[in-house]
C-alpha cells in the first residue's frame, strides 16, 4: 500500500512514519529529509532550498516533484510508500495522483494527524533541542504554521471528497498514536 501522512509542523509525522516504516515493511519519502540531504551535499539546488526552508515557505512543486518521482519509479518502492510531507499544497496533490497513476499506483489512505498549536509549539522547541534544526527556531516555526494553514490545510479537502482521510488524535503520546495508526492501517 501507498499512504500519505499528513499535519501541520512538529505533529509527529517523521516519528509516526518511521515507526509504520519498520512494522509494515515500507519505505519513508520524507521530502523534508531529501531537501535537506541536498543543502547537506552542497548540490546546486542546495542553497536555493536552504533559502527557502530558512524562511518557513515551501520549495518550488517542480524541484520536490522531481526528488519523489526517483522514488515513485522505482520497482524497489512499488506500493511501498509512506509519502511524510508530501503533498504541501492542491497543485502537489493532484501532481502526486497523476505520478502514481503514470506508475500504476495509487494511494490507500491518508492519515491526519490533528494537533493543536499550543502541542505543536511545545514539540517543536523540545525537538530543536535534540536536533537543532535551523527552521526549528520560534519564528520560522510561526511562519511554517502560516504555510500550513494557508497552502497545506486545503489538501485535507481534497483528500475528504475522495474519501481517502482518517483523522488520528495527534495529542496522544507516541504509542497511543501508533496504535490507532496499527488498527487503521491493518483493517484496510
Ligand atoms: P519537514 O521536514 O516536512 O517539516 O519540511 C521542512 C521544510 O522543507 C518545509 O518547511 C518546507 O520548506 C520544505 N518542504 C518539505 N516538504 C515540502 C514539499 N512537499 N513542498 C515544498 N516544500 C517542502
Known amino acids: 500500500m501507498n499512504l500519505v501522512i499528513f499535519g501541520p ?11 509504520i516504516a519498520s512494522k509494515f515493511n515500507l519505505h519513508q519519502l520524507s ?12 548540490s546546486i539546488l542546495g542553497s536555493t532550498i536552504s533559502e527557502i526552508i ?3 515557505e515551501l520549495v518550488s512543486d517542480k524541484i520536490v516533484s522531481d526528488l519523489i518521482e526517483k522514488f515513485i519509479s522505482s520497482k524497489n518502492y512499488k506500493n511501498r510508500l ?5 503533498p504541501r499544497n492542491i497543485n502537489q496533490a493532484i501532481n502526486l495522483d497523476n505520478l502514481l497513476k503514470k506508475y500504476d499506483q495509487k494511494i490507500d489512505v491518508v492519515l491526519e494527524l490533528s494537533v493543536g498549536l499550543k502541542t505543536i509549539k511545545k514539540r517543536i522547541s523540545e525537538r530543536q533541542t535534540q536536533e537543532n534544526r535551523s527552521d526549528d527556531s520560534q519564528e520560522i ?33 507516541i504509542d497511543e498514536i501508533n496504535v490507532e495508526i496499527s488498527d487503521i492501517i491493518e483493517g484496510i
Open 31 to 42: 521530502t523534508g529529509d531529501l531537501l535537506r540531504k541536498e543543502i547537506k551535499n552542497k
Open 9 to 19: 509542523p512538529g505533529a509527529g509525522k517523521g516519528t509516526q512514519s518511521k515507526f
Open 82 to 86: 509512506i509519502f511524510d510531507g508530501y
Open 54 to 56: 530558512n524562511k518557513g
Open 141 to 173: 516555526a510561526t511562519r511554517r504554521f502560516e504555510t500550513y494553514e494557508k497552502s497545506t490545510e486545503p489538501v485535507i479537502d481534497y483528500y475528504k471528497k475522495s474519501k481517502l482521510l482518517k483523522v488520528i488524535n495527534g495529542e496522544g503520546s
